[in-house]
């Protein structure tokens, strides 16, 4: 064995290919040949989209998981810890278990360079395979066609909704994105989009592919009632639901489409209603409108693109404050930071801005400068670090006052950190 220690084998990963990021199939397919020549033992959902996907994983795990299923998932980036990304029946796995199938993965691929993404997906089957369980769940990492995790053709394939982001990868419209993302469809397998607003290039892929879209508002819709709702498809429906219990109007459209991609797998895995009304109310993704209660409230978002910052602005104006909404923000260098500021602007009365010391990271300079051309009158104060920010936003506010931090996966797991060494 290579390593002995999971921080190893990571910091290993991380050096092996030459870029970062290298979409395409052709490398990791071979390894996985080598390392898992067998269809797979279990059944497969596959989730992709711009947002919604790490919500759209929880619910359908703890969905699976109230009706006693066996269930793996697999989802990215990690907040503080990589065992974060592989979960066996809503427990992160072991260094012992990552370590032993890094092992395998390195044995396997010979010559083959890996991404750290690719090295971390074929772990992640392996085990899966190992382990046996009754249902898979992957989240896409980037795009669709040319994603890792598109190795394997999905009994369903989910795709949330589409929005710019990645368009550096992924294309400079949604057109183009959504091409890329229907990529993670197959041929008579279940394909859901759970977006009203179809793109017209999603659709005509379907048609030159012979896939059968399942559409909401079309196929399936989910239809609001006093304090409850309810699904219908054309499997069937489901009365009497409850709200989701992660926070956001939006959610309920993501449970929508979870109740469509498990409908289409219930003749071999059956739920009832009330599996589905637990799953709803025990579905936790940290980091995503997480409430931390107390004085001040403290709400934790990895909104980083403008779809992502337009759905945290709303809940938010949902949910007013009774004092002053300090912001928190920190983002990477290519994404619309002015998009995502001018989304959020009408809810913040107070910026602190701060540096990601990352490759990608920006700057606290330059957060400032987008903020000034949006001539909005709430102060702003940069920092260094998020750890800095934080705290003054922390230390500036009254009881009545909330602090919300966003902009990047980066920004929540540092705020993160802080909280579980009771920094604050």
Known sequence: ????????????????????????????????????????????????????????????????????????????????????????????????????????????????????????????????????????????????????????????????????????????????????????????????????????????????????????????????????????????????LPEPVLVGEFQRQNACGCLMAVSCLKDTLPLSVTNIRTGLLAARNPGRMQMIIGSPLQILDVAHNPH????????LQQQPALGRTRAVVAMLKDKDRLAVLAAMQSQVDAWYVASLDLPRGGSAEELSQYISELQQQAPCQKYETVAKAYAAAYNDSAAEDRVVVFGSFHTVAEVMALQDNSAF
């Open 308 to 315: 992502a910052a337009i759905a945290l602005a709303k809940t």
């Open 1 to 240: 064995m290579r390593f002995q220690t999971l921080n190893e084998w990571l910091s290993w990963q991380e050096t092996l290919h030459p870029s970062e990021m290298e979409l395409g199939l052709t490398r990791i397919q071979l390894v996985f040949q080598r390392l898992q020549p067998q269809p797979p033992p279990f059944k497969l959902i596959t989730v992709a989209g711009t947002n919604g996907k790490g919500s759209t994983v929880a619910m359908l795990e703890a969905i699976y998981l109230a009706a006693g299923y066996r269930v793996a998932s697999y989802t990215s980036p990690h907040l503080l810890r990589y065992n974060e990304r592989i979960r066996l029946n809503g427990e992160e796995v072991d260094d012992e278990t990552l370590v032993q199938a890094f092992a395998r993965v390195d044995e396997n691929r010979a010559d083959v360079s890996l991404t750290y993404f690719e090295f971390g997906t074929l772990a992640a089957l392996d085990i899966f395979y190992r382990q046996q369980p009754d249902i898979v769940i992957l989240e896409v990492g980037l795009g669709g066609r040319l994603d890792a995790v598109n190795i394997l053709a999905a009994d369903v394939s989910l795709v949330t909704n589409v929005a710019l982001d990645h368009t550096d990868w992924l294309g400079e419209d949604r057109e183009q994105i959504a091409l890329e993302k229907a990529g993670v469809y197959r041929p008579g397998r279940a394909a859901i989009f759970n977006e009203t607003d179809v793109p017209a290039s999603l659709m005509e892929y379907a048609k030159q592919k012979g896939i059968e879209l399942l559409l909401t508002g079309r196929d399936y819709r989910c239809i609001s009632g006093p304090n409850q709702w309810s699904f219908d498809g054309p499997y069937g429906s489901y009365h009497a």
